[in-house]
């Protein structure tokens, strides 16, 4: 079972509302693009089965388009008393996918810093899996999921701050 929050039940199931109730995998991989579920499946199995960092970039269909996300988080065995669970952020990269594409000409001042740092380190984890480092793996990956972090308290409070 997957307990997703507000954002995360949006963006992968459509409907908010499923945010914080224990939701079967088949809820929660309803929007992910056929050719990614494959390769997100594997990345599931493989997380209940070591433990560890996890991270898998897939796309999502919404009524707006297609969504690229980042996937980042850590899984923790079985326990007594505990079954295997984990947490962990989306990041939406579908900017960053697009610019390779069609390279928009914004000056890297005008994006804000944490922007900037995500799309280094995205990059950075690119060149580390082709290299296939596991322990620059494990600091990258550890990089990017406080970013990731960081980044949704900044947006929790901002939306928090335009409720007020």
Same mark, same amino acid.
């Given at each position: 079972?997957? @307990?997703? *929050? %507000?954002?995360?039940?949006? +963006?992968?199931?459509?409907?908010?509302?499923?945010?914080?109730? &224990?939701?079967?995998?088949?809820?929660? +991989?309803?929007?992910?693009?056929?050719? *990614?579920?494959?390769?997100?499946?594997?990345?599931?199995?493989?997380? &209940?089965?070591?433990?560890?960092?996890?991270?898998?970039?897939?796309?999502?269909?919404?009524?707006?388009?297609?969504?690229?996300?980042?996937?980042?988080?850590?899984?923790?065995? #079985?326990?007594?008393?505990?079954?295997?669970?984990?947490?962990? @952020? =989306? +990041? *939406?990269?579908?900017?960053?996918?697009?610019? #390779?594409?069609? !390279?928009?000409?914004?000056?890297?001042? /005008?994006?804000? !810093?944490?922007?900037? /740092?995500? &799309?280094? #380190?995205?990059?950075?984890?690119?060149?580390?899996?082709?290299?296939?480092?596991?322990?620059?793996?494990?600091? +990258? *990956?550890?990089? =990017?999921?406080?970013?990731?972090?960081?980044?949704?308290?900044?947006?929790?409070?901002? %939306?928090?701050?335009?409720?007020?």
């Amino acid at each position: 079972m997957h @307990v997703l *929050d %507000r954002d995360a039940a949006e +963006i992968l199931t459509g409907d908010p509302d499923l945010a914080d109730t &224990e939701l079967p995998l088949e809820t929660v +991989i309803q929007r992910l693009h056929p050719d *990614d579920r494959a390769t997100f499946l594997a990345a599931v199995e493989r997380a &209940e089965r070591e433990s560890g960092v996890v991270v898998v970039e897939y796309r999502v269909q919404t009524p707006e388009g297609t969504r690229w996300l980042l996937d980042h988080g850590r899984t923790y065995p #079985a326990t007594a008393g505990m079954p295997a669970h984990g947490h962990g @952020v =989306l +990041i *939406d990269v579908t900017h960053q996918k697009l610019q #390779a594409v069609e !390279p928009v000409h914004q000056p890297a001042q /005008a994006r804000a !810093p944490l922007d900037r /740092a995500a &799309e280094h #380190a995205i990059a950075t984890r690119e060149a580390i899996d082709a290299d296939g480092s596991a322990s620059l793996r494990l600091l +990258i *990956d550890m990089v =990017l999921l406080e970013i990731g972090r960081v980044i949704a308290r900044r947006v929790a409070k901002d %939306r928090a701050t335009g409720l007020n």
